[in-house]
């Protein structure tokens, strides 16, 4: 069982360049989420998608856009990059938008940006 | 959103119970007590929740406080593979957004 699973594991950027993170979900799950992760602080959400067809801002969302390309995949992009969004990123899922589904994580993509 | 406080590090022996503590005065109502976990370089993992009612699972116990402003996360056996982070969560019950709200959590370490 894959799970979620998030792509590349690692990636180092100069400031300015732009790149997607790619997230895919094998549990047919409709929510899926993106969080960032500083040190010494814990998990803040990006941007979610309570079902296909919608996103919704989270906590810290500028800077960043996302696609949800179809119920397996949500992307997400950084148009142009800056040493600020240095982080760990996690994509989630749960089956819905019933607030006390367990979310299931991904084991993160670690991005510098220089 | 309802503030959660927790220690920032606990020890615990290999083999022994752990109780993790979690304090949350103004919780509301609707508010469920979620647990998750981040084991290092991994992603958070899902642990155990509950309203009023203690529950168990084959991770851990949680037990719930009667006037509901604070819960106790119970692992009962403690094993290496339990050092990790863990959140306390509360998450109210509402449709729509399902976003976690993480805090900095309590870092356990178990002694063999």
């Known amino acids: 069982n894959a799970g979620v699973t998030q792509t590349p594991k690692f990636q180092v950027l100069k400031t300015g360049q732009s790149m997607t993170l790619q997230c895919a979900q094998d549990?047919?799950?409709?929510?899926m989420y993106w969080y960032r992760q500083d040190p010494g602080m814990g998990l803040r959400l990006i941007y979610y998608?309570?079902?296909?067809?919608?996103?919704d801002k989270g906590e810290v969302p500028n800077g960043y856009n996302v696609s949800r390309l179809n119920k397996r995949e949500f992307s997400l992009r950084l148009e142009s990059a800056a040493p600020s969004q240095t982080s760990v990123y996690f994509c989630?899922?749960?089956?819905?938008?019933?607030?006390?589904?367990?979310?299931?994580f991904g084991d993160g993509t670690r991005l510098s940006i220089l | 959103d309802a503030k959660t406080t927790q220690p920032n590090s606990m020890e615990s022996n290999e083999e022994e119970p752990v109780h993790l503590p979690c304090n949350h005065s103004t919780i509301s109502g609707t508010d469920y007590i979620h647990w998750y976990r981040q084991l290092p370089s991994q992603g958070p993992e899902y642990v155990i929740h509950g309203l009023t009612s203690n529950v168990n699972n084959r991770m851990a116990s949680l037990a719930i406080a009667e006037d509901r402003k604070s819960s106790t996360l119970i692992l009962h056996r403690a094993t290496l593979r339990d050092a990790a982070v863990y959140y306390c969560?509360?998450?109210?019950?509402?449709?729509?957004?399902?976003?976690?709200?993480f805090g900095t959590g309590t870092r356990l370490t178990v002694i063999p």
């Open positions: 969560i509360l998450r109210p019950d509402q449709t729509g957004a399902n976003n976690l709200f």
């Open positions: 549990m047919n799950h409709n929510s």
């Open positions: 998608s309570a079902s296909e067809g919608t996103t």
């Open positions: 989630a899922s749960s089956e819905g938008a019933d607030l006390n589904q367990p979310q299931h």
